[in-house]
């Protein structure tokens, strides 16, 4: 590959690398987002374990405590993929920062057997 072809995939890369870069921060927030509302049931579930069965009526009590439970195991499935493509784009991020660091050293190769034809 020529100086102009290495330096076009490097360019090429450099994009690459800013949108994974992009996409696992938008995961990283998604996670918070998550954990926030994970932290919302959680206290939703403590408020009705203090009020107890003996203050609201038990279907009441069972219903809200299983609708809790439910959506708690919704959002921690939800994180659970979240996590695995968080893992995938930081992989794929090592990936291409490698390659760019391999583009870069074919790159100054190339130049500098450039200079050495030309001068």
């Known amino acids: 590959m020529g ?3 290495t330096h076009v ?3 090429a890369l450099v994009g690459i690398k800013y949108d994974l870069e992009f996409r696992v921060q ?3 927030q998604q996670k918070q987002i998550l954990m926030g509302n994970l932290t919302g049931l959680e206290d939703q579930e403590e ?7 003996n203050k609201i009526p038990k279907c009441i009590y ?4 299983n609708r809790i439970r439910r959506e708690k195991q919704h959002l921690k499935d939800w994180e659970a993929m979240v996590e695995q493509k968080k893992i995938t784009y930081e992989n794929r991020l090592k990936a291409t920062e490698t390659e760019l660091q391999g583009l870069q050293k074919l790159l100054d190769k190339n130049i500098q057997s450039s200079f050495k034809t030309f001068a």
Do not use: K, S, T
């Open 26 to 28: 938008d995961i990283m």
């Open 3 to 5: 100086v102009v072809g």
């Open 62 to 65: 069972l219903r809200e405590i």
């Open 47 to 53: 408020r009705l374990f203090l009020l107890g069965e």
């Open 9 to 11: 995939r490097q360019l």
